[in-house]
């Protein structure tokens, strides 16, 4: 079956690699995939490294139906490129409003 639905996977573990979830992801992609959906997956961290990476994650969320958020919790807070991020979204966001319906999942 393939749709036209398109997934964005936000990974904000602040590991460069071997995360968990990087891992959960990556399954989550492979599940997807075999079901036609399309799928895009960015590191937050790394996106914030400069202004072109938070553009492009921007850009990413504004093409997504659905959005899955895959983070870690370090001592019940979310980590701090994760709510960098989601500030840096929201200011984006303001008054704006959206093209489509978008759903978001945490993990
Ligand atoms: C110092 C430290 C604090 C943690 N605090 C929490 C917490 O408050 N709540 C929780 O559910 N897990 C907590 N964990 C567990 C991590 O969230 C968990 O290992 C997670 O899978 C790591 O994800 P990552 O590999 O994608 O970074 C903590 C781990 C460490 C090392």
Request: hydrophobic share 35%.
């Amino acid at each position: 079956m393939k749709t036209d639905k398109h997934v964005l996977l936000l990974i904000g573990s602040p590991k460069s690699s071997k995360s968990t979830s990087e891992s959960l992801s990556n399954y989550l992609i492979d599940q997807l995939q075999t079901r036609g959906l399309s799928t895009e997956k960015i590191h937050i961290g790394k996106s914030l490294r400069n202004s072109e990476g938070l553009s492009s994650l921007l850009l990413a969320l504004d093409g997504a139906d659905t959005v899955v958020l895959a983070s870690p919790l370090y001592v019940d807070s979310l980590p701090y490129p994760v709510t960098r991020a989601l500030e840096a979204i929201a200011e984006y966001r303001h008054g704006k409003e959206l093209k489509k319906k978008q759903s978001l999942i945490a993990i």
